[in-house]
């Protein structure tokens, strides 16, 4: 059952993302589509919590819940998708290390991400060869005999890679071959020796975010930046990516509702303008189609989240929740597309830039056909 009433305490953060949403975010996100990293959009978030909305709050964090994580990021979404995406992506990181860190990680790496020192944090887990297939991901950690690890290895399409304090790194620490179980999570400080930045990806959306791939040559990384102990590196991921799933869906929908909304400001100016009875209809009904869709992921990012809040298994729900609300979101900008015709098509216009933006939610943190797979696999082990 879906409680549709956030807390005061939820609803109070959210309207302080929707209030930094329009002041500052807003303001910039046509300088970050055109590839400005957004940082004073990120500094206003980090002063106000949000860009560590569930840690806990003796660490700096906002110490809230996935509701009101999802919540806020929606808010942000709607005014510029690439400072969503990078305030997600350090959420996220900095609740693992809130959830499988000791208090000295917590000190050194969590707080100044919370507190904004930081400008944004970094999660690695994809590789050149290793995207879908996760478990495949061949950099390596060989053990030292002083307990430290040297990393070695490759990652590809890393969010803030180059703009991270920290760079949550998941790395082999098993024999090649030893698949899941054979790795280990990492934080990696991007200023040890060794660690460097390869291609900025030049990407259709989400432009003011960076994209990068990274090197490890002989990264040398202390015993005490293991995170958790070795072998559970990926399920650090998993976790993350159960949470990330669902913030996904929030971030896809806030870049449609905007599209949506300039649609109907659109129509709504055009009111007197005289048209068949017939084409009135059709447009009202797709943007009623529309709305519906969006309601009803938001609806599933919703369960999801309070799932999460709940502790219960959401694996299955957040897969559900991202590809549904990838897939209206996409449809939801599309059809703004056509509806807008001529205006819509203005490449600086936000119903082109959410099209743009909104593209890459179908693919990062699990494409929609591993969403399906998830599902599929959760339904038919359950069936047997
Ligand atoms: C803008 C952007 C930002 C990103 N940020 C990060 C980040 O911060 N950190 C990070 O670790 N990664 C990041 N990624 C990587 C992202 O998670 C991967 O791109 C994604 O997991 C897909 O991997 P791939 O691109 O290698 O595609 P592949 O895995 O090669 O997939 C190619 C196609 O095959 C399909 N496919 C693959 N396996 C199967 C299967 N078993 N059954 C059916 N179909 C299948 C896929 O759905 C896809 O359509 C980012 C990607 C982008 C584009």
């Excluded at 180059?162 to 999570?185: C, F, K």
């Excluded at 929030?250 to 599209?259: E, K, T, V, Y």
């Excluded at 819509?344 to 969403?371: C, M, P």
């Amino acid at each position: 059952m879906v409680d549709l009433h956030p807390s005061a305490e939820e609803a109070g953060l959210s309207a302080r993302a929707a209030a930094i949403a329009r002041s500052v975010v807003l303001p910039q996100a046509a300088a970050a589509d055109g590839g400005a990293f957004p940082e004073a959009a990120l500094r206003a978030l980090a002063a106000e919590g949000l860009m560590a909305i569930k840690s806990p709050r003796a660490f700096g964090g906002a110490g809230s819940t996935q509701v009101a994580y999802v919540m806020a990021l929606r808010e942000v979404a709607t005014a510029c998708a690439s400072t969503a995406v990078t305030m997600a992506v350090t959420n996220m990181t900095g609740e693992m290390i809130g959830l499988f860190g000791d208090t000295d990680q917590r000190e050194r790496w969590l707080r100044p991400i919370a507190q904004g020192q930081m400008e944004a944090a970094a999660f690695a887990l994809s590789e050149p060869s290793a995207g879908s297939d996760a478990a495949s991901l061949v950099c390596k950690a060989t053990r030292r005999d002083d307990g430290s690890y040297v990393l070695d290895g490759q990652k590809a399409w890393i969010t803030s890679g180059d703009r991270a304090g920290v760079v949550l790194t998941m790395a082999r620490t098993g024999e090649p071959g030893s698949g899941a179980r054979g790795i280990s999570a990492f934080l990696v400080d991007p200023r040890a020796p060794g660690f460097s930045v390869l291609r900025h990806e030049s990407k259709m959306g989400l432009r003011g975010s960076s994209t990068v791939g990274l090197s490890l040559d002989g990264v040398v990384v202390p015993e005490r930046d293991r995170l958790g102990p070795e072998g559970i590196g990926f399920r650090v991921a998993m976790t993350a990516l159960d949470g990330g799933r669902c913030a996904i869906g929030a971030q896809a929908i806030g870049i449609a509702s905007a599209a949506l909304q300039t649609l109907v400001q659109g129509l709504g100016s055009r009111a007197g303008v005289d048209r068949a009875q017939n084409l009135q209809q059709m447009v009202d009904f797709r943007i009623a189609d529309m709305a519906t869709r969006l309601e009803a992921a938001w609806l599933l990012v919703l369960r999801a989240a309070q799932r999460k809040d709940a502790n219960l298994p959401m694996t299955r729900e957040a897969a559900m929740a991202k590809v549904f609300a990838t897939e209206a979101a996409h449809f939801v900008c599309q059809r703004a597309l056509e509806l807008a015709t001529a205006q819509g098509l203005q490449d600086d216009g936000r119903i082109a830039r959410a099209l743009r933006d909104v593209r890459v939610s179908r693919i990062y943190e699990g494409t929609s056909e591993v969403q399906r797979i998830v599902i599929a696999r959760e339904l038919l082990a359950n069936a047997s």
